[in-house]
């Protein structure tokens, strides 16, 4: 990232390496001993020597040694796995991130359904995460749905007024958009909340059911549709840096 959000820092050189995967605190002790690490060009064995990461350019066996704190990545979730970081009986999102991501530690920030797709932000900076979570800030999320049936402009007003879900809540406003509207129902919507299963919560409001649903954006960050279910990639500086700008508003 740019300058405004990175202080210049040391850390010892042996946790740097560990930090990103490249062995136990042990394993990087031996790699250095071996001579393989350089920093500014000279080898350096003592796993003590503090370095700048952002700033000094380290090579493990002649390789430059990117460091980062902080993991931000968009995944297209597929059906199927759910939105957590450990489960005793499915898949989760972590399990498909690849080792040199799953060293971070990352957390998947809000959860889908199991059985939802589309936009999941991973990462594993927890104030970033915290921030875009809290029910204060009224992070907008889109959805496009699929649904059981005619959605029609009543849905549309009833949902800007805000319905009342199973359990009594009502809802904030949402802007309900019908792409197509027959048998089933093509629709967008974008809600200020994260009730659990709202979208399908508030469909059964109205006595219609969600057939099929995709997260398409969440505040400012919009699902990379070249991106096939299951797959991942980083955000990019420009993602990152409209994100950071928008929940530090
Ligand atoms: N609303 C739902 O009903 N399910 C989701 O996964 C997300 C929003």
Known sequence: MGDLFSARWRMRIDKMLANLGFGSRKEVKKILKDGAVRVNGQIVKDAKQQVDPENDVVTLNGE????????????????????????????????????????FDPFPV???????EGLLLITNDGQLA?????????????????????????????FKNGVTLDDGYKTKPGELKILKSGLTSDIELTITEGKFHQVKRMFQAVGKRVIYLKRISMGPLKLDETLELGEYRELTDEELQKLKEYQSQ
Do not use: C
């Open 64 to 103: 430059t040694v990117e460091y980062k704190e902080f993991i931000y990545l968009m995944m297209n979730k597929p059906p199927g796995v759910v939105s957590a970081t450990e489960d005793h009986q499915d898949e989760t999102v972590i399990d498909l991130l690849e080792i040199e991501d799953l060293v």
């Open 130 to 158: 915290h921030r875009l979570l809290s029910p204060k800030k009224h992070v907008p999320k889109t959805y496009f749905a699929v649904i059981d049936g005619e959605v029609t402009e009543r849905d549309i007003e009833a």
């Open 110 to 116: 809000g959860r889908l359904d199991k059985d939802t």
